[in-house]
């Protein structure tokens, strides 16, 4: 059975064009090469697919920057490749929502070229985020780009133009209504292609204030807001609700509108969900009020360590959370701007912590090769790529990592991916992690993530939310257990080495490692496992 609308609980598939399927050798993903694969999404058994950016781009920033938000790069195909990707995931039962990059263009984007040739004080210019130098000639305040170095960049004239991200990028002014109009013909060129929705790419970024005002750590807000950066958790969670330039109020008029049109599509469900790291975490439940957006990404579990009362707590209170708002909760443990759950947290505990995560009431984001269970690429420095690595000149290594191409088939890299050189090399190490290899392995990752989706759908979803059965603060058990129950299904993840015993009878749906031992009314629960059990 399926819930209703689709997106409340849905789980959602991105695919990074780039390292999905190359269709044509050039050692790219493309769209093509998606639309070959879909069949393995449907198989997988996700109800939809986000596609990382596809746009006109001069790919310096994985095509996060956008020369044209209305059409296809041709690295990944052209538009009618767009339409077809999205008719025959349609056909295959997929909703198909795309990203859009509403805080910055490239500086490719004609109205940027168009702002470097007007001069200062020009409607072109106010587009974007044009001040002029202080007296000393420095740039109008201290900020620090999210991918290192200054955050503004001097044009011929003196005048700097502001980039939270690369040079590249520079930052649009929403507060000129030429730039939201523009916009809203971008949402509807998608909508009326057919896509299902969209991931609002930097969705709490768009309204500046304080552009003019120096921040006392820039260096210390920037490395908190990037999850491939380690911190400790006290120093960034302290940090980041210092961020002067994300999640200003004027970011929700803009969702309010996007919203009604939206609704204009009266009988099509669409879904947008933003792309908004906001603190204190109370604020992530403004984006997801009913006049505006449909879901909030949750970011906590992708940094959060293997720890119960760590996790205890992120679940518990995203719940709560989005529950005072009407709102269901969104997962993910990986994406493409953090490092693979499986090299952070260990493969086995990913593996456990996907199926506890994967029973929860809300929407799961799992990110292509997670269901493979793929590390971190290992990447010569020569071949990085990202331009964190380029901006902070070698000292941050950037996200690449994560964006190594997967490996479909085959005993040596690439691994069917392509017939050329993958555009970031794949190992042979991942030999048996192939999807030829693991859709054979009854035991493979390919094949747990298979079983949880087609079991979360049949008993899960229509369930309601979730009853702590163990925790820091329910039960009685050993603090390395975490139990919830579900409708009629008890879900327990033990998360120390050794083996765990609950008092439960049931059937067991699922386990993601080891053997479950279950008579006289107990259930063991193996080291590092989590277990579904059907009462
Ligand atoms: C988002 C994207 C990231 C990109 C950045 C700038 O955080 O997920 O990949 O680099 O925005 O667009
Ligand atoms: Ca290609």
């Not at 970011?299 to 959370?321: G, M, Q, T």
Request: net charge negative; with cysteine.
């Amino acid at each position: 059975m399926k819930s209703s609308p689709w997106w409340k609980q849905a789980t959602i598939y991105q695919i990074y064009p780039r390292s999905f399927f190359d269709s044509n050798g050039d050692g790219e993903g493309d769209l093509p090469g998606i639309i070959s694969k879909l069949e393995y999404v449907q198989e997988l058994g996700v109800d939809a697919i986000w596609l990382s950016p596809f746009y006109t781009s001069p790919n310096k920033d994985g095509g996060y920057d956008v020369a044209d938000p209305r059409d296809v790069d041709p690295r990944f195909g052209n538009l009618d490749d767009a339409k077809k990707l999205i008719q025959v995931a349609h056909s295959l039962g997929l909703k198909v929502i795309v990203d859009v990059v509403p805080n910055h263009f490239s500086d490719q984007h004609i109205w940027f070229q168009q702002a470097l040739r007007a001069k200062r004080g020009s409607a072109e210019r106010a587009r974007f985020h044009f001040y002029d130098a202080n007296e000393d000639g420095t740039p109008p305040n201290n900020w620090i780009s999210l991918f290192g170095g200054p955050s503004w960049t001097q044009v011929e004239d003196g005048q700097y133009y502001l980039h939270l991200f690369d040079s590249s990028q520079p930052d649009l002014n929403w507060d000129n209504p030429e730039v939201a109009s523009d916009y809203e013909v971008t949402l509807r060129f998608w909508l009326d292609l057919g896509v299902d929705g969209f991931r609002i790419d930097v969705a709490h970024g768009l309204v500046k204030e304080n552009l003019l005002t120096n921040h006392p750590d820039p260096q210390g807000i920037s490395d908190a807001l990037r999850l491939d950066v380690s911190m400790d958790p006290e120093i960034r969670y302290a940090l980041l609700p210092t961020v002067p330039y994300f999640d200003r109020q004027g970011v929700h008029e803009i969702y309010r509108k996007w919203r009604k049109l939206f609704d204009s599509y009266k009988d099509r469900d669409i879904m947008a969900v933003a792309e908004a790291w906001v603190h204190p975490p109370i604020n992530s439940t403004r984006y997801v009020r009913s006049d505006e957006l449909h879901q909030v990404f949750n970011f906590d579990l992708l940094d959060a360590p293997f720890k119960s009362d760590f996790l205890y707590e992120v679940v518990n209170r995203s719940i709560e959370l989005m529950d005072s708002v009407g709102a269901l909760p969104t997962w993910a443990l990986s994406n493409h701007d953090s490092p693979r759950v499986a090299s952070r947290i260990g493969e086995v505990q990913a593996r456990a912590l996907a199926l506890f995560v994967l029973a929860l009431p809300g929407s799961c984001y799992v990110f292509a090769g997670q269901e493979l269970g793929l590390p971190d690429g290992e990447i010569p420095d020569s071949s990085r790529q990202d331009p964190i690595y380029i901006r902070t000149k070698g000292v941050q290594k950037g996200r690449d990592g994560a964006r190594v191409p997967l490996p479909w088939s085959g005993e040596t890299a690439p691994f069917g991916f392509t017939t050329g050189k993958p555009w970031l090399p794949l190992t042979d190490k991942w030999k048996e992690l192939t999807v030829e290899k693991q859709s054979v392995d009854p035991k493979s990752t390919l094949n747990l993530f298979r079983t949880a989706l087609k079991l979360r759908a049949d008993h899960l979803i229509d369930q309601g939310s979730i009853r702590w059965l163990e925790s820091p603060e329910h039960g009685s058990k050993s603090s390395s257990l975490l139990g919830v129950r579900r409708g009629n299904v008890s879900i327990y993840m033990n998360l120390s080495d050794s083996a765990a015993e609950v008092e439960i009878t049931g059937k067991l749906l699922t386990v993601s490692a080891g053997i479950v031992d279950s008579r006289d009314g107990k259930v063991t629960i193996p080291p590092i496992s989590t277990v579904w059990v059907h009462h």
